[in-house]
């Protein structure tokens, strides 16, 4: 069923897919490998327009699977689709060109954390509607983290309590996202990076599990588990009356 974005919302998803999987292994995009016999894209797709907020979703597709994408996402929701650039960067710019200036608030959400729940997009866009220029969504790190040397020496242990691992949709008040974006000279991995470097503050609110982002072969074993279970932050539905 097609699902029905919400025209009062004031939220735009920018969700870079184009990028190639590498480090997944040989085959198609990542963004459309299959996950239980649906593209990692749908999945990701179905969740953000699961969130009341969004208004909009614009995909960066790989150029070459364009006419591809839009086909598989137009039962899904109302999709618009662009094509990706080279770098994920680039990708993220021209998906943000076709969002109107009206859009009061753009996420960025990567096509590779496609189990995402929709509780997790609406937390970051209620932040950015509180009053937050930028937010991520992060998780505690798990694992004790060593500085090393060069030829593998440990140089040190980092305190892991103001360690956060980041995950996405990242959410951004849209003209601080466009700013930042324009003033963006070298590559960045992630959006709140080049808004840090315009100095402005990047909140964080919490993350999830299910946001992990697919990249190697676990990840994707991993997802097909995960797949069954339902969001923890979403209560399950009340049972009818007994009789
Ligand atoms: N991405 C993109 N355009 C690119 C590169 C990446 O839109 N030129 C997207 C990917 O599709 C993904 C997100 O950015 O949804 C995060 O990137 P990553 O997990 O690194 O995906 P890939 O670049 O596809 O994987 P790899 O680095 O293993 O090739
Ligand atoms: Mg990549």
């Not at 990028?19 to 239980?36: C, H, I, V, Y």
């Not at 990701?44 to 364009?66: E, H, Q, T």
């Not at 963006?184 to 946001?211: F, N, Q, Y």
Request: proline share 9%; with cysteine; charged share 20%.
């Amino acid at each position: 069923m097609t699902a029905q974005l919400n025209a009062r919302g004031d939220v735009a998803v920018v969700v870079p897919a184009a990028g190639a999987g590498l480090r997944l292994g040989p085959g198609a995009p990542k963004a459309l490998r299959l996950l239980e016999g649906e593209p990692l894209l749908v999945h990701a797709v179905r969740r953000l327009a699961a969130a009341p907020s969004v208004r909009m979703i614009v995909v960066a597709a790989p150029r070459a699977d364009v006419a591809a994408v839009q086909a598989l996402l137009a039962p899904v929701a109302s999709v618009t689709v662009v094509a990706g650039g080279a770098e994920r960067q680039e990708s993220v710019a021209a998906a943000l060109a076709v969002v109107p200036d009206e859009v009061p608030i753009v996420l960025v959400h990567d096509a590779a954390r496609c189990l995402t729940p929709p509780s997790v997009t609406e937390r970051v866009a209620a932040a950015v509607r509180g009053g937050a220029d930028a937010v991520i969504p992060v998780l505690p790190v798990v694992d004790t983290i060593k500085e090393v040397s060069a030829d593998d020496v440990v140089l040190g242990t980092v305190d892991r309590s103001v360690l956060r691992a980041v995950q996405t949709p990242q959410g951004f008040r849209a003209a601080v996202l466009r700013a930042a974006h324009e003033a963006a000279a070298d590559s960045h991995t992630d959006d709140a990076g080049a808004v840090e470097k315009l100095g402005i503050p990047v909140r964080c609110v919490p993350g999830s599990d299910l946001a992990l982002k697919i990249t190697r072969p676990l990840d994707l074993a991993l997802a097909t588990h995960l797949l069954a279970m339902p969001d923890p932050e979403t209560p399950p539905a009340r049972p009818g009356p007994l009789v």
